[in-house]
C-alpha cells in the first residue's frame, strides 16, 4: 500500500472537480491545486517516485471582465486578438528624411531652451517651424521611386486592421479556409461603413516583431488564400460587396506552401474573381508584390495610396537579376513604373487616394477617412450598374492593360527610354583595310590621269567603314581605360535633360569636360592607341580626298554653267552690240565712257549676273553677290599710318573678348548654346528658336559689357577723331584723284558648308 511521506491534511471547502481521485496510486481526496505545489514520493517495492507539478498558463480569452457595450465597431469586436498596442511605436526615420530631423531637433531645442530661461522665442519657434514645413513638403512632392518604396515598407504605416477599424462602424472578423487551418496573414470579416454591409479581406502586417513573426510579415500561405476564397463565396452567396486591402511583399514562397498548391490557390482566387456578381474595390495600402497580391486584387476599380507601390518583382529582385547587384534598385525602381502615379497613367490604377505629407503614418486617422470616402464613391458608382454590366466592367478593365496600335510611330519622349538594339560591327582586319585603301587609292590616282569623275562611291563607303573602326577603337580604349561607367552615367544625364527641353546644366558640362580632359590625357596609354592613330590617319586623309573630289566636281559643274549661260544667242548679241558702241565711243577706259554707256554696261552686267546666280542656284547652292567699292589710292595712303594704331586697338579687344570667353560662365553659355543649336536640327519649332535667341542675347551682352570698358571707349574715340581729320583734310584732292581710281569687278561667292567657298 502506498503512503505520502508527509502526514495528509484534512482538505476542507473543495469541490468535487478540485479533487484528485485515483485507485491506482492509493491517493484519494488530494486537491489538484495542492497536488500542484507539493513534492510527494509514493513507495512502492522500495521504489520512490518524484513528481513537481509544472504550473501551466492561464488560457487568455479576447472577451475583458468588464465589457463595454459602446466600443467602436460592436461588442463583437471584442473577439478580435487585434487591440491597440499598450506601448507607443518607436519613431524610425528613413535616409532621406534625415535633413527633416535636423530641423525638428533645432526646434526643441528652442522649445527647451524658452522654457529654461523664460524668455518669448515664438518669432524663431514660428520661423523654423515654417521652414520645417516648406522642406517637409519639397521632399515629399518631389519623392523618387526609390523613396515611395520605402515609406510603403515603412514600419509605423497603418496595416489593415487599424484602417478598417477606423472606417466601419461595426465589424467581425470570421476565421478559417474549413480545411483544417486559420492563416493570420489574411484577415477577412463582415463590416458596416454608413449603414452599408461590406466583406473586407486583406494581408495583414504586424506591428511590431512578436505581431510580425505572428503575421508572417504579412506573407500569405494557401490557407490564408483559401481563406480569402470562402469569403467571396459567401458575399456573393449573400450579395456583399467586396472591398480587399493589398499589403504584401508576396505570397510565402517556402517549401510546406509549394507543397499545399500555392499557385493553384492563388491561380483559383483569380479565375474566381473575375465571376463574382457583386461589386470589387481594392486598395493598395503598402506594398503590393506580384501573384500574392493580386489573388486579391482582381477588382472593378484598383485604388492606390499616394506612397504606395504595386510590382510583379521588388525592385532588389529585379535589380539583382539585371545588374547583378541589389545596389541599383533605385534605378529599377524607376525603371519598373511601380508607383501610384505611373500606374494611372498606364490605366493600370484607377484613382490616387492621398497621404498627409510625411506618408499615412504620420497621421493614420486622416489617411483612413479619405480610404473611407474613396470606398463610398466607387461603390456609389459600381452598385449602380447591373450583374451583367458589372462582369463585363472588370473584364474591360484588365482586358485593355497592355494595349497597343502598330504602325504608330513612337512619341520620342518614350523613345529615350527604349533599350538601343546593339548593333554588332563586322570587323576588318588592318591586313584586308589596308589592302582596300591601296585599291582606292590607285583608282583615285587613274582618275586624276584620265581626268575622269573620281570613285565618289567606293570613297563614300570607305570614309563610312572607316567612322566604324575608329567608333569601336574608341569603345574598346574606354573599355581599357574604366571610364565606361561614367560615360554611360553621363550619356543617361544628358539624355533626361533633352528629354526634358531644358538648358544644359553646368555641373554637368563639367562632368564632360573632366571625363573629356582625363579621356586625352590617358589616351595615349591605352594598349590599341597605335591602331586607333592609324585609322585616324586614314579617316583624315580620306576625307580630304573627298573634299577636294566634291570641290574638283562642283568647279566643273560651275564652270559647265557659266558656259551655258554666256553660250547664249541674246546674251552674246547684246554683247557684240555693247562692244561696237564702245569702239565707235573711242574711249580707252570704262572712266572716259559717257554716262549714257557706263549705265547700258551696267545693266549688262547685272543681267549676266542674275541669269548666273539662278543657273548656280539650280545646283542647291547658296548664291551671295559680294561688291566692293572703289577705294581712292590716295587716301589708302594717306590713311596706312593709322594701320598700326588700329591693329594694335583691335589686339586689345581681341584679348578682352578672348578672356571673357574663356571664364567658366561664358564657356558654359556658349555650349549650351551649340547643344540647342543641334538638338533643333534644320527646322527649329518656336521654343528652340526662343530658347537659341535667348542664349544669343546673354552671350552678346556680355560681350559687349567686356569690350565697352572706358580705357578702350577712350582710344577708340581717339583714334576715330584722328581719322576723320586725315580724310577732311584729303578731301579738297578727291577731284584730281578721280583718274587714279582703281575700279574692282564684283563677284559671286558661292556657300558650299560651314568651311568652304568658291569664288
Given at each position: 500500500m502506498a503512503s505520502i511521506s508527509n502526514s495528509p491534511a484534512a482538505f476542507t471547502g473543495t469541490s468535487v472537480p478540485d479533487l484528485l481521485r485515483s485507485s491506482s496510486n492509493g491517493v484519494s481526496g488530494i486537491p489538484l491545486k495542492t497536488l500542484r505545489k507539493a513534492r510527494f514520493a509514493v513507495k512502492r517495492r522500495d521504489v520512490t517516485v518524484a513528481v513537481k507539478m509544472r504550473k501551466v498558463?492561464?488560457?487568455e480569452y479576447p472577451w475583458p471582465a468588464d465589457l463595454d457595450p459602446n466600443v467602436k465597431g460592436g461588442v463583437l469586436t471584442h473577439l478580435s486578438h487585434f487591440k491597440p498596442l499598450k506601448e507607443k511605436q518607436k519613431p524610425v526615420t528613413l535616409d532621406f528624411e534625415k535633413p527633416l530631423v535636423h530641423l525638428e531637433k533645432k526646434i526643441i531645442d528652442v522649445r527647451r531652451m524658452a522654457n529654461e530661461t523664460g524668455l518669448d522665442f515664438s518669432d524663431q519657434i514660428i520661423s523654423l517651424e515654417n521652414k520645417y514645413q516648406q522642406a517637409l513638403k519639397e521632399l515629399y512632392t518631389h519623392l523618387t521611386p526609390i523613396q515611395r518604396v520605402n515609406i510603403a515598407r515603412h514600419p509605423n504605416r497603418p496595416t489593415f486592421l487599424d484602417h478598417v477599424f477606423s472606417v466601419t462602424d461595426k465589424f467581425v472578423e470570421l476565421h478559417g479556409d474549413r480545411a483544417g487551418y486559420d492563416d493570420p496573414a489574411i484577415v477577412t470579416g463582415i463590416?458596416?461603413?454608413?449603414?452599408?454591409?461590406?466583406?473586407?479581406?486583406?494581408?495583414q502586417k504586424g506591428r511590431n516583431t512578436k505581431e510580425n513573426i505572428h503575421r508572417n510579415f504579412g506573407m500569405p500561405t494557401p490557407h490564408g488564400y483559401r481563406k480569402a476564397l470562402r469569403m467571396m463565396y459567401y458575399a456573393d452567396h449573400h450579395g456583399f460587396p467586396i472591398v480587399t486591402f493589398i499589403d504584401t511583399p508576396g505570397a510565402y514562397a517556402d517549401l510546406k506552401s509549394e507543397e499545399l498548391g500555392q499557385g493553384e490557390a492563388i491561380a483559383h482566387n483569380l479565375r474566381t474573381m473575375f465571376g463574382l456578381k457583386v461589386p470589387i474595390v481594392s486598395i493598395v495600402i503598402g506594398e503590393g508584390g506580384s501573384g500574392g497580391a493580386l489573388a486579391i486584387g482582381c477588382a472593378n476599380k484598383l485604388l492606390m495610396l499616394e506612397n504606395a507601390v504595386f510590382y510583379v518583382a521588388s525592385p532588389e529582385a529585379c535589380a539583382a537579376i539585371l545588374w547583378k547587384t541589389?545596389?541599383?534598385?533605385?534605378?529599377?525602381?524607376?525603371?519598373?513604373?511601380?508607383?501610384?502615379?505611373?500606374?494611372?497613367k498606364l490605366?493600370?490604377?484607377?484613382?490616387?487616394?492621398?497621404?498627409?505629407?510625411?506618408?499615412?503614418?504620420a497621421n493614420p486617422a486622416w489617411t483612413s477617412q479619405q480610404i473611407k470616402a474613396a470606398i463610398n464613391e466607387s461603390m456609389d458608382e459600381l452598385t449602380a450598374m447591373d450583374t451583367e454590366e458589372l462582369l463585363k466592367h472588370r473584364m474591360l478593365k484588365f482586358r485593355k492593360l497592355g494595349g497597343f496600335q502598330e504602325g504608330v510611330p513612337v512619341d520620342p519622349k518614350k523613345k529615350v527610354n527604349m533599350k538601343k538594339k546593339e548593333q554588332t560591327v563586322p570587323r576588318t582586319s588592318n591586313a584586308e583595310l589596308e589592302g582596300e585603301v591601296e585599291k582606292l587609292k590607285q583608282k583615285i590616282l587613274k582618275a586624276k590621269d584620265s581626268s575622269t569623275k573620281p570613285p565618289e562611291l567606293a570613297l563614300k563607303d570607305m570614309i563610312e567603314n572607316l567612322k566604324k573602326e575608329v567608333d569601336h577603337e574608341y569603345s574598346e580604349a574606354?573599355?581599357?581605360?574604366?571610364?565606361?561607367?561614367?560615360?554611360?552615367?553621363?550619356?543617361?544625364?544628358?539624355?533626361?535633360?533633352?528629354?526634358?527641353d531644358q538648358l544644359m546644366n553646368p555641373v554637368i558640362m563639367d562632368k564632360i569636360e573632366k571625363l573629356k580632359h582625363e579621356f586625352n590625357q590617358s589616351l595615349s596609354a591605352a594598349p590599341n592607341y597605335t591602331n586607333l592613330k592609324y585609322?585616324?590617319?586614314?579617316?583624315?586623309?580620306?576625307?580630304?580626298?573627298?573634299?577636294?573630289s566634291e570641290a574638283a566636281t562642283l568647279k566643273q559643274e560651275v564652270n559647265k554653267k557659266f558656259n551655258e549661260v554666256m553660250g547664249r544667242t541674246e546674251i552674246n548679241e547684246k554683247l557684240e552690240a555693247l562692244k561696237v558702241e564702245v569702239q565707235n565711243s573711242g574711249s580707252s577706259s570704262f572712266v572716259d565712257l559717257d554716262q549714257g554707256l557706263k549705265d547700258k554696261f551696267l545693266n549688262m552686267k547685272k543681267e549676266i549676273e542674275l541669269e548666273m546666280i539662278n543657273a548656280l542656284k539650280s545646283l542647291s547652292l547658296d548664291v551671295e553677290v559680294v561688291k566692293s567699292n572703289a577705294k581712292v589710292l590716295s587716301e589708302r595712303t594717306s590713311l596706312s599710318v593709322f594701320k598700326n594704331k588700329v591693329d594694335n586697338l583691335n589686339e586689345e579687344i581681341n584679348k578682352k573678348i578672348e578672356n571673357v570667353v574663356n571664364t567658366s560662365e561664358l564657356k558654359n553659355m556658349i555650349e549650351s548654346l551649340k547643344l540647342e543649336i543641334a538638338k533643333a536640327g534644320k527646322k527649329p519649332d518656336i521654343q528652340s528658336k526662343s530658347k537659341i535667341g535667348a542664349?544669343?542675347?546673354?552671350?552678346?551682352?556680355?560681350?559687349?559689357?567686356?569690350?565697352?570698358?572706358s580705357e578702350l571707349k577712350g582710344k577708340h574715340e581717339e583714334l576715330k577723331a584722328e581719322i576723320s581729320e586725315a580724310i577732311q583734310s584729303s578731301a579738297g584732292t578727291e577731284g584730281s584723284l578721280q583718274k587714279e581710281t582703281k575700279y574692282e569687278e564684283p563677284r559671286l561667292e558661292i556657300n558650299l558648308g560651314a568651311n568652304r567657298s568658291f569664288a
Open positions: 498558463k492561464k488560457h463590416g458596416t461603413i454608413d449603414g452599408r454591409r461590406y466583406m473586407f479581406m486583406g494581408q541589389a545596389k541599383a534598385s533605385p534605378k529599377a525602381a524607376e525603371k519598373l513604373r511601380i508607383t501610384a502615379p505611373e500606374l494611372c490605366q493600370i490604377c484607377d484613382g490616387i487616394i492621398p497621404e498627409p505629407l510625411g506618408g499615412a503614418h574606354i573599355k581599357a581605360m574604366g571610364l565606361k561607367d561614367r560615360l554611360e552615367m553621363l550619356r543617361e544625364e544628358v539624355s533626361k535633360v533633352n528629354s526634358r585609322k585616324l590617319d586614314m579617316l583624315k586623309e580620306f576625307s580630304k580626298a573627298k573634299s577636294l542664349l544669343e542675347q546673354q552671350i552678346k551682352q556680355r560681350l559687349s559689357e567686356a569690350i565697352s570698358s
